[in-house]
T-cell receptor, first 118, second 113 residues
Framework: KAGVTQTPRYLIKTRGQQVTLSCSPI?????VSWYQQTPGQGLQFLFEYFSETQRNKGNFPGRFSGRQFSNSRSEMNVSTLELGDSALYLCASSLALAGGNKASYEQYFGPGTRLTVT | GESVGLHLPTLSVQEGDNSIINCAYSNSASDYFIWYKQESGKGPQFIIDIRSNMDKRQGQRVTVLLNKTVKHLSLQIAATQPGDSAVYFCAEKSLSNTDKLIFGTGTRLQVFP
C-alpha cells in the first residue's frame, strides 16, 4: 500500500506570494493533519481535517488555511508569505475510526514539502 | 537533506551498545504516546506507541517505558546500529476526537563504530 505522498517536495517562493501544498493520505485513511517543522520551533501542529471538516486547529495566523476533499486528499495554503514561513511542512494521515481500535489512531507521515521563502 | 534541528540534545553511542532516549511530556490528560524516528530529508517514521493504561511495551529491539507520575517517557534501543542514527521525537495525544500530536523537542542519536 502506498504511503502518504506530498507535492511538491521542494518549493521556493518570494515574500508576499501565496503557496498551496498538497497531501494524499494512505488509501482508506480519513484524517489528515498538517505540521510545520523548523529548527527553532520543532514540530508544530497546524490543523487537522476529517470528513472534509476542520476538526482542530493550532496557533497559527489566519494566513494558514487548509481544506480536505471528498477523497480525503488535503491541501494547505499560506498567503502573504513571510521569511519565517520557511519550513518543512508535513502531513500525516490516520484511519480515524471510532471505537478505539489501535490501528485507527496510528498516524503516518509523508516526506514533507520543503518551502523556502526569499 | 537539511538538519531537522541545529541545537538538539545529542546522544552518542557505540555500535552494539544500548541507547536510552528520554522525554518529558506536557499534558497529564494525554493518554497515547508515540516515538518517531526522523532521518535527514524524510518525514517522521512511526517506531512504537503506548497507551496510558500500560507502563511498558516492547517491539523489535525497542522498548518504551511510561511513567505517568512524573510525566516521563523513554525509548530504549537494544544493540544500537548505525542505521539507528537519526532524530527521535516523542509525541503525545489525547484519544478523544482529534489526531493532534504534541511533539517533544527531539534528541539526535549518533552511532559510531
Amino acid at each position: 500500500k502506498a504511503g502518504v505522498t506530498q507535492t511538491p517536495r521542494y518549493l521556493i517562493k518570494t515574500r508576499g506570494q501565496q503557496v498551496t501544498l498538497s497531501c494524499s493520505p494512505i488509501s482508506g485513511h480519513r484524517s489528515v493533519s498538517w505540521y510545520q517543522q523548523t529548527p527553532g520551533q520543532g514540530l508544530q501542529f497546524l490543523f487537522e481535517y476529517f470528513s472534509e471538516t476542520q476538526r482542530n486547529k493550532g496557533n497559527f495566523p489566519g494566513r494558514f488555511s487548509g481544506r480536505q476533499f471528498s477523497n480525503s486528499r488535503s491541501e494547505m495554503n499560506v498567503s502573504t508569505l513571510e521569511l519565517g514561513d520557511s519550513a518543512l511542512y508535513l502531513c500525516a494521515s490516520s484511519l480515524a475510526l471510532a471505537g478505539g481500535n489501535k490501528a485507527s489512531y496510528e498516524q503516518y507521515f509523508g516526506p514533507g514539502t520543503r518551502l523556502t521563502v526569499t | 537533506g537539511e538538519s531537522v534541528g541545529l541545537h538538539l540534545p545529542t546522544l552518542s553511542v557505540q555500535e552494539g551498545d544500548n541507547s536510552i532516549i528520554n522525554c518529558a511530556y506536557s499534558n497529564s490528560a494525554s493518554d497515547y504516546f508515540i516515538w518517531y524516528k526522523q532521518e535527514s530529508g524524510k518525514g517522521p517514521q512511526f517506531i512504537i506507541d503506548i497507551r496510558s493504561n500500560m507502563d511498558k511495551r516492547q517491539g523489535q529491539r525497542v522498548t518504551v517505558l511510561l511513567n505517568k507520575t512524573v510525566k516521563h517517557l523513554s525509548l530504549q534501543i537494544a544493540a544500537t546500529q548505525p542505521g539507528d542514527s537519526a532524530v527521535y521525537f516523542c509525541a503525545e495525544k489525547s484519544l478523544s476526537n482529534t489526531d493532534k500530536l504534541i511533539f517533544g523537542t527531539g534528541t539526535r542519536l549518533q552511532v559510531f563504530p
